[in-house]
Nanobody, 129 residues
Framework: VQLQASGGGLVHTGGSLRLSCAAS????????VTWFRQAPGKEREFVSA????????YYVDSAKGRFTISRDNAKNMAYLQMDSLKPEDTAVYFC???????????????????????WGPGTQVTVSS
């Protein structure tokens, strides 16, 4: 599966962005999709995940109530709607897939980069204060 994230940009505090993750070349609908981010000098961080069906979603505490993950399996797309953005959200955002369904049931597993087989290049999100 090949992934391509897009939709990043520069916004002011309180602004919104919608990230997209386009998949090709595999059975995208069979896998969960997860968003990670990595700020300069920091480790890659789990942000949000969605089950293959879209019925279950998971968020890092700092994203709850502000971010919404979704997917459209018919279009091989996943999205991350980010509202009320803060400067601490500034990072490169990556989408990943290829984990087993059970991965999402464990906080440790779904938060680990090594759980995901397929990654796309990231998209930069910058939130100015």
């Amino acid at each position: 599966v090949q992934l391509q994230a897009s939709g990043g940009g520069l916004v002011h505090t309180g602004g919104s962005l919608r990230l997209s993750c386009a998949a090709s070349g595999g059975t995208f609908s069979s896998y969960p999709v997860t968003w990670f981010r990595q700020a300069p000098g920091k480790e890659r961080e789990f942000v949000s995940a969605i089950s293959f069906s879209g019925k279950s979603t998971y968020y890092v505490d700092s994203a709850k109530g502000r971010f919404t993950i979704s997917r459209d399996n018919a279009k091989n797309m996943a999205y991350l709607q980010m509202d009320s953005l803060k400067p601490e959200d500034t990072a490169v955002y990556f989408c990943a897939t290829g984990a087993s369904t059970s991965t999402l049931l464990s906080i440790r597993a779904r938060s680990s980069s090594s759980s995901y087989a397929f990654w796309g290049p990231g998209t930069q999100v910058t939130v100015s204060s």
